[in-house]
Nanobody, 121 residues
């Protein structure tokens, strides 16, 4: 239906920056909202930043002012600019797409494979 591929993760020192990218491809799935989640070891997956169906943005409180979500509609790509990274930001970051099948109408969510972000000195 749709494929999501993340890139841009890696090792960064505290206070450093990374930019994650998520490229969407495929068809037969209407995307209404896209966002970034993260999951640290032993923790539940949590929403980091997202575009709503109306185009508004939502951010996890702990990343407000440091992270910025953006998109390039022509490239079917969303980005997450992460500045002033902290060790607590160490996690696997996942791109998500919410929408519905164009063939069945069923709503659902699709996930990328995840990209590791490690914040350490």
């Amino acid at each position: 239906q749709v494929q999501l591929v993340e890139s841009g993760g890696g090792l960064v020192q505290p206070g450093g920056s990374l930019r994650l990218s998520c490229a969407a491809s495929g068809s037969l799935f209407s995307i209404n909202a896209m966002g970034w989640y993260r999951q640290a070891p032993g923790k539940q997956r949590e929403l980091v930043a997202a575009f709503t169906s109306s185009g508004a943005t939502n951010y996890l409180d702990s990343v407000k002012g440091r992270f910025t979500i953006s998109r390039d509609n022509a490239k079917n790509t969303v980005y997450l600019q992460m500045n002033s990274l902290k060790p607590e930001g160490t996690a696997v970051y996942y791109c998500s797409a919410h929408g519905s099948s164009l063939t069945t109408g069923d709503a659902g969510v699709r996930w990328g494979q995840g990209t590791q972000v490690t914040v350490s000195s």
